[in-house]
Structure formats: structure tokens, C-alpha cells
């Protein structure tokens, strides 16, 4: 009986040894989410001679595609020229050429790449070449319908996936670790089989949606062959097909599982066909075991490798503990998740039915117990619910999950935030502050469930049905012959006999399951596991939010790499803006020169000089400035102007109220008639 499932478990052993090679060979090392820490030409700069190439330096490694850089001139026209691609043999830069005869003005950089994590990053800046200049808006550089639907289809398979691997590795975990009875209840079948289909749906769905996420483009790409063969050249790609054939090795590990009637047979029932032991049944079940606890770490290994805990400070510690923090996840919540189901169940009942042959069967669900053929009476009963033995043994597994995933959880905390300040200044704190109230919550109901359990193990049994009378023995179909007198007083057949007490014993273990499931305390139990059910699916969702979010180490580096740039460019500004209103008068053609000073936030003086084509100062009967921060949807925001002189306009109370980097707008009217209106970046520091 055993020779075959084990060489069937040795073979799948050496398939997922093969497979966790391949993921190994993929990791990398390297810092979560890229970040932009410089460009050449460098954001906001005004170079007097035309470039020829625009180069980016990220924080960590990326990937690009061809046409992940866009550089567009001052008319929106897209000036670069050739694939988007690494600069020399340096991974962690992206470059693209330029055209030839740039005309000058203020040029738009809009760019995309691929983290070292997997995460896709993107951002635009502007420089300018000879002076600053408006910019015409870029209609192919809007969001594309779709995208959002995307984005969340694409969130979406990401949280079914560990939600269902949870699911798969809990149930299983519980049936074979403290529910054996469980594996053949099909209510506990269909969580495994749900967690299996649930797992491969959302990891073939997430394949067919990572092309699409990552270039921004409508759903419509996710059939795409070429978008397809792209993401399968990636290493989250190598890491989802992994996954799949992992899936595959489960669907095998299932139906061995429930192929097995003696996984859940308890111990002083004997399998008829096999007539394997107590023993024997136990070796069976390690030797499962072990086959699902390697696939179990296989998978987590395919999240571990292929996302923040792959990339960063500290990889080799990183890796092994989110694959503990992953396993103790789901031997929490879908161990969980399976005890609400066997609390649901009701209680075990008797079933009798007349014997389709003659002879008396006895057993559980599937009728096990078969005495010699002679009429009689069938007589089982129904799998009851989980017990308060197994909802014990799940506390203590349930205790060391956690443990291990509050200490894990502490360290990748550290790791991904950097800092205290990140906590409650980046998306990434935040959220991690709501995944630890959820936490709170969960680990408040399952005090509660303890107690409760406790409570419902010192009840007094209940009292049982007193013994009924054996039953008549039914009369046989063939009348046997006479018996001499002096047999007929023996006593009755000791077979039918054992027969009759099993059936009172079934009866009065029926009656004493019945009454501790009505018990209140089984009640209270099943509330407060199911409030940690419903947390736990919270706990879930901002689990998928954190991995798509840049972690706090990360938006630092952006953050430091952003201050050093605005050091550069900080202190007063100084923004000249030739305009043609294309009036008759001399004044008609010249330029603006505006001086805002300091740029910072708060209050600020602005000068605007006006000047005509021979260098003279320009009498102009009007001048507007608006300011507008296109970042954060705010203004445009009217500058009051007072006229000083000829050709000189100020603000002395000029209020910022933002940093960031805001346009600047000057109309400039040279008639009744001609007027016209230019634009420029001002960089505002805090």
C-alpha cells in the first residue's frame, strides 16, 4: 500500500528541487522600488548647448523596454531617437539618444521602468536648452482608458492569491496536524480544492494582466502574444510559471490526500480492505506531511523571491524570514478559516437503513464494518463537527503562528521603513499602522476563542441515553434447520451480541455530541473565531496594498535624491521669457525677465523687468502673472501687480503656499489688441 505513494512523493520531491533552483537563480539584490536619484540634463536646468542624450540614475537596477523613455519638445513633438536602453554595461541607468537640431526651449523627459522587486515606477521632469519656454500638453501621454481597471483587476488577483494560499496550506495544515477526521468532511474538501482553484485562477490571472499594468495600456492588451511573451521574460514572469507547475504538483498532493480513507480514520478503526494499523496510518500521514510542507515553502518561495523581501539590505535573512512570515500566515488564518467551518457543522446524527443484503454493517459514513452475511440492520452515524481536542491543538498552532509573524512582521517593518518618521509620512507606514490594528483585533478575538475553548473543555460530559434494549433479531431469509433442545437454551450469538452494545454505544455518543454543540460556550466560540475571519480578509487586502506600495526606505532615497536636486536649484529665481505679441509697436517683441525671491515657501517678492528688442526697458499697458501647481491641482493663482516704473512691475507680498515645482504664466499685452501669453518653471523650496 505504501510503495507507491511514496515513490510518487520522491518523484514530486525531486520536481520541486529542480523548481526552487530555477527561482534561486533569480534573485537579486538590490534596493525595494527604484528610485530617480539624478538625470543628465538634471531636472529644471537650462543647458546652453543642445544635448544629445538624456541619461536617468535610479537607486537600484531596472529593467526597460523600448520605448520606455519619451522626450518631447517645447511643441510636443518627440525628439528622441532610437530604444530606450541602459547606459553602457550600468543597470541602474536608462538612456536615450536625442535628435539632431533641438531647437531651444523647455524640453518634457516622461519615463517607465521595472524595479528590481518587479514593481513597475514611471515620473516625467523637465529641463530646458538655451532658455525656458511653455510646453504644449502631450495628449499621448494621458492615462489611457482602462488603466484603472487594470490596476485594480490586477490588485485584485494579487489579494485572491493569498487569500486562496492561505485557504490551501491552513486546511491542510489542520487536517493533517490536528483535525484527521476533518479530511473527509466536504466542507474541509472543498476549502482545499477552493484554496487550489482559487490559487491558480488568480496566479494565471496575474500573468495575463502584468503587461498591460506595467505600460500603463488598456485590458485589451492582456491576450497580446507579444505583451504575453514579454512577461514571461521577466522574473516575476519565471516566478508565476514556477507557481503554476508548483499548482500542478498540488493538484497531485490533493488527490492523494483524499485517496487515502485511513488520513482521517481514527485509531481503533481498522481499514477492511488493507487491514492497515494505527501505525501504519500514522506513517502515511508524515509521510504526506512532509511532501505538503514542501510544497507549502515552494510557494511562498515564489512571493519571497519575487518581490520587496528579493531586493534591499540584508537579502539572505530577508528571503527565509518572509517565507516564515507567509507559511505562519496561512497556517493561521486558513487553519482559522477551517475551524469556523468544522464549528458550522452539526452535530453528528445516527443513520439507520435496512440492509440491502443480509448481514449487519456498522461504521462511519462510508460503511467499514461488514460481519458475516445474515440479515440485520445498518447502523452509522455521520461525521460530527470539530472538537474541542482539535480546537486545542489549532490554539497552540495558532500561538506559534503567531509568534513567529509578529516577530517576522517586526523585522520587515524595520527593514521596509527605515525610519520612525516613515511611519506616519509615507502610504507604506500607513497602511502598515492599519495591518497592525487588524492585527490587534484578530489577537483580541482569539484571547477570546481561548477562553471559550477553555470553558467549553471543563464542561461536564452530558448524561447519555440510558442503554436501550437490544433490538429483535430479524428473521432470516432461509429458516436454518432444528436445533436440538438442549442448544436451543444456549446463550445468544456473541456476534450479534457486539453487534447490539456498538449500536447503544453509537446512540449515546450521538446524544452527548449533541448536547456540547449546544452548548453556549460552542456558540460564543463560533462568534468570535468568525470576527477573526473577518479581519483576517482585512489584514489580507492591506497585505496587497503594502506590497504594491514603495516602501519608506525607498520614497527616503527619492526624498534625499529630490533635497540634493533642490539644492541645486534652490534660492531666488531668475526666469527670462521672450514673448512676441505680434503688434505693430516696438515694444511688441522683446522679453520678461521675472526675479522671485527666495522661492520658498511662505512670502515672496516678485520683480518682472520688461524689455523690448533693442534691450530697453518696454512701456507695455498691461501685465498678468498667474502661478499654478500643476502637482497638486492648485491655482492658477493671480499675482497682484504694481506698476514701479517703465517697464517694471513687482509684488511685494507674493504668498506660496505649497513646495513643488510651479508654473509660471506672464501675458503680456503690447496694444488694445496684441497680447500673448508665455509660461516657465519655477522650482519653490520649503
Known amino acids: 500500500m505504501q510503495t507507491a505513494p511514496r515513490t510518487r512523493v520522491a518523484s514530486l520531491a525531486t520536481l520541486l528541487g529542480l523548481l526552487l533552483a530555477l527561482m534561486l537563480a533569480g534573485a537579486t539584490s538590490a534596493s525595494a522600488h527604484a528610485a530617480l536619484l539624478s538625470s543628465d540634463p538634471a531636472q529644471n536646468a537650462v543647458v546652453r548647448?543642445?544635448?544629445?542624450?538624456?541619461?536617468?540614475?535610479?537607486?537600484?537596477?531596472?529593467?526597460?523596454?523600448?520605448?520606455?523613455?519619451?522626450?518631447?519638445?517645447?511643441?510636443?513633438?518627440r525628439v528622441d531617437s532610437g530604444s530606450t536602453g541602459h547606459n553602457g554595461s550600468d543597470d541602474t541607468t536608462a538612456r536615450v539618444a536625442l535628435a539632431s537640431g533641438l531647437a531651444q526651449g523647455t524640453y518634457t523627459v516622461a519615463w517607465r521602468a521595472i524595479s528590481a522587486d518587479t514593481h513597475p515606477v514611471s515620473g516625467a521632469f523637465t529641463f530646458s536648452y538655451g532658455h525656458t519656454s511653455s510646453t504644449t500638453p502631450v495628449a499621448g501621454e494621458q492615462p489611457v482608458k482602462g488603466t484603472t481597471l487594470v490596476g485594480a483587476l490586477y490588485g485584485g488577483s494579487r489579494t485572491v492569491q493569498y487569500g486562496a494560499y492561505a485557504l490551501l496550506v491552513g486546511s491542510v495544515a489542520l487536517v493533517l496536524l490536528c483535525w484527521p477526521a476533518g479530511v473527509r468532511r466536504r466542507s474541509v474538501q472543498r476549502l482545499m480544492l477552493g484554496g487550489w482553484a482559487g490559487l491558480l485562477l488568480a496566479t494565471v490571472a496575474q500573468l495575463l494582466l502584468r503587461g498591460p499594468y506595467e505600460a500603463a495600456t488598456g485590458i485589451g492588451q492582456a491576450v497580446d502574444l507579444t505583451v504575453i511573451q514579454r512577461t514571461l521574460g521577466e522574473h516575476l514572469g519565471t516566478m508565476l510559471v514556477v507557481r503554476m507547475l508548483l499548482l500542478a504538483a498540488a493538484g497531485v498532493f490533493l488527490s492523494m490526500l483524499g485517496g487515502q480513507n485511513g488520513v482521517g480514520r481514527p485509531a481503533d478503526e481498522t481499514d477492511p480492505a488493507t487491514g492497515s494499523t494505527e501505525a501504519t496510518e500514522r506513517r502515511l500521514r508524515a509521510t504526506l506531511g512532509a511532501a505538503g510542507a514542501v510544497l507549502a515553502i515552494a510557494l511562498a518561495c515564489t512571493w519571497a523571491l519575487a518581490d520587496h523581501a528579493s531586493v534591499g539590505i540584508q537579502v539572505g535573512l530577508a528571503v527565509p524570514l518572509d517565507v516564515v512570515h507567509i507559511l505562519a500566515m496561512a497556517f493561521w488564518l486558513g487553519g482559522l478559516t477551517t475551524v469556523l467551518v468544522g464549528l458550522r457543522t452539526p452535530a453528528g446524527e445516527q443513520v439507520r437503513r435496512e440492509a440491502p443484503q443480509a448481514g449487519v454493517v456498522v461504521g462511519r459514513q462510508k460503511e467499514v464494518r461488514r460481519e458475516a452475511p445474515q440479515a440485520g440492520v445498518v447502523v452509522g452515524r455521520r461525521e460530527g463537527g470539530i472538537g474541542v481536542s482539535s480546537v486545542r491543538r489549532f490554539s497552540t498552532v495558532a500561538l506559534c503562528s503567531v509568534s513567529a509573524l509578529v516577530a517576522t512582521g517586526v523585522y520587515q517593518a524595520w527593514r521596509g521603513l527605515g525610519s520612525w518618521g516613515a511611519l506616519t509620512s509615507t502610504t507604506y507606514g500607513r497602511l502598515l499602522l492599519v495591518k497592525v490594528g487588524a492585527v490587534v483585533v484578530i489577537l483580541a478575538a482569539a484571547w477570546i476563542s481561548r477562553r471559550w475553548t477553555a470553558l467549553l473543555g471543563s464542561e461536564p460530559e452530558p448524561a447519555a441515553e440510558p442503554a436501550a434494549e437490544p433490538e429483535p433479531v430479524p428473521v432470516p431469509a432461509e429458516q436454518p434447520a432444528e436445533q436440538p433442545a438442549d442448544e436451543a437454551s444456549d446463550e445468544p450469538d456473541p456476534v450479534r451480541r457486539a453487534q447490539l452494545e456498538r449500536q447503544d454505544a453509537a446512540r449515546r455518543t450521538a446524544t452527548a455530541?449533541?448536547?456540547?454543540?449546544?452548548?453556549?460556550?460552542?456558540g460564543m466560540l463560533l462568534r468570535s473565531v468568525l470576527l477573526e475571519v473577518t479581519f483576517a480578509v482585512v489584514v489580507l487586502i492591506v497585505t496587497t496594498l503594502l506590497t504594491n506600495a514603495p516602501p519608506g526606505r525607498s520614497v527616503t532615497a527619492q526624498s534625499q535624491a529630490s533635497g540634493q536636486v533642490q539644492q541645486i536649484t534652490s534660492g531666488p529665481a531668475d526666469l527670462t521669457l521672450p514673448f512676441d505679441t505680434g503688434g505693430p509697436g516696438a515694444n511688441?517683441?522683446?522679453?520678461?525677465?521675472?526675479?522671485?525671491?527666495?522661492?520658498?515657501?511662505?512670502?515672496?517678492?516678485?520683480?518682472?523687468y520688461v524689455y523690448d528688442s533693442s534691450g530697453k526697458p518696454a512701456d507695455e499697458p498691461e501685465l498678468d502673472v498667474t502661478l499654478t501647481l500643476p502637482a497638486k491641482s492648485l491655482g492658477p493663482l493671480p499675482v497682484k501687480l504694481s506698476k514701479l516704473d517703465v517697464g517694471h512691475w513687482a509684488a511685494s507680498a507674493l504668498q506660496l503656499p505649497m513646495a513643488g515645482s510651479?508654473?509660471?504664466?506672464?501675458?503680456?499685452?503690447?496694444?488694445?489688441?496684441?497680447?500673448?501669453?508665455?509660461?516657465?518653471?519655477?522650482?519653490?523650496?520649503?
Not at 51 to 77: C, I, N
Not at 589 to 595: D, L, P, Q, T
Open 662 to 686: 510651479w508654473q509660471l504664466s506672464v501675458s503680456v499685452r503690447s496694444d488694445a489688441i496684441d497680447e500673448t501669453t508665455v509660461t516657465a518653471t519655477m522650482n519653490v523650496s520649503s
Open 513 to 522: 455530541q449533541r448536547a456540547r454543540e449546544a452548548s453556549p460556550a460552542r
Open 49 to 77: 548647448t543642445a544635448p544629445t542624450q538624456v541619461v536617468l540614475h535610479f537607486s537600484e537596477q531596472v529593467t526597460l523596454a523600448a520605448d520606455d523613455m519619451r522626450v518631447f519638445d517645447p511643441a510636443g513633438k
Open 588 to 608: 511688441a517683441k522683446g522679453k520678461v525677465s521675472i526675479e522671485v525671491d527666495p522661492s520658498r515657501v511662505g512670502t515672496n517678492v516678485l520683480h518682472a
